[in-house]
């Protein structure tokens, strides 16, 4: 596992950026697992820069979102689908047909899963997922447990998570409690990871993964150890732990 640590969330979100970008011109077909979340709009901000100011070209990039909230309309801010929409996706040369982002809507879910994953698979796997991590060591919404799915699968949110979410909306109540997310498998087979983690709030998580050198499902983020090429890119509030 790589470990960059830069001085605040703006370094952070260029280098991220900068590490797409390098793998976007060497493949321009390339397939990128996408995050939501806070921490990654720094990184989607960078990459419009580079798509506006630099022609940084997506038109054969194909994408897939780790995950989306269930039965949540997508004109609600709080979709995954209007904020990839809203960051990302308008401000650059995607085509619309090579997006994909569950779809918590879907009239069968349990059969959307299965095909989320076959289409990953149709397309070659993913090449670069970025990931953020949740305060509990949740990756996408897999949420800490004794066994975690390996495939796109539905899934509970956690208390944790629902409160960490609840800032984006009115009241805790309006926090989905389900979601759809991609599996624990179909992240680890993706053939390059960057974990972005940002703010003390993510230090204690982070210092529990990389020094006690354990893995379990009950931080589902530690599974992250296993796989062959994993970047943590982190600022230093979120490195505090790590490096005491
Ligand atoms: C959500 C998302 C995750 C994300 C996590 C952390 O629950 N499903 O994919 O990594 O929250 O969010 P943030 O980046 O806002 O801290």
Redesign the pocket.
């Given at each position: 596992m790589k470990i960059i640590i830069k001085k605040d969330y703006e370094e952070l979100s260029k280098v991220a950026a900068s590490i797409i970008g390098d793998e976007l011109k060497s493949n321009p077909n390339m397939v990128l697992g996408l995050?939501?979340?806070?921490?990654?709009i720094g990184t989607y901000n960078e990459l419009i820069r580079m798509h506006k100011e630099e022609a940084l070209d997506f038109s054969k990039v194909v994408t897939f979102n780790?995950?989306e909230y269930l039965n949540i309309p997508y004109s609600n801010p709080n979709s995954y689908h209007y904020f990839m929409e809203d960051n990302l996706f308008k401000h650059i040369n995607v085509k619309a047909e090579n997006i994909h982002i569950p779809d918590g809507n879907a009239e069968n879910v349990e059969k959307f899963c299965i095909e989320y994953d076959k289409k990953i698979e149709e397309t070659g796997g993913i090449d670069l997922q970025i990931?953020?991590?949740?305060e509990n060591g949740?990756?996408?919404?897999n949420e800490p447990a004794p066994t975690l799915p390996l495939e796109t699968n539905i899934t509970e949110l956690t208390e944790s998570?629902i409160n960490?979410?609840s800032r984006f909306f009115d009241s805790i109540d309006e926090v989905p409690k389900k979601a759809i997310t991609m599996g624990i498998g179909s992240i680890m087979k993706s053939k390059k990871i960057l974990l972005l983690a940002n703010g003390e709030k993510k230090a204690d998580i982070i210092a529990k993964i990389l020094k006690n050198k354990v893995v379990t499902t009950h931080i589902p983020a530690s599974l992250l150890l296993l796989h062959p090429d994993v970047t943590i890119i982190m600022d230093e509030d979120a490195a505090k732990g790590y490096l005491e």
């Open positions: 995050a939501t979340g806070s921490t990654p780790l995950d990931l953020g991590i949740g949740h990756i996408a919404f998570t960490a979410n």
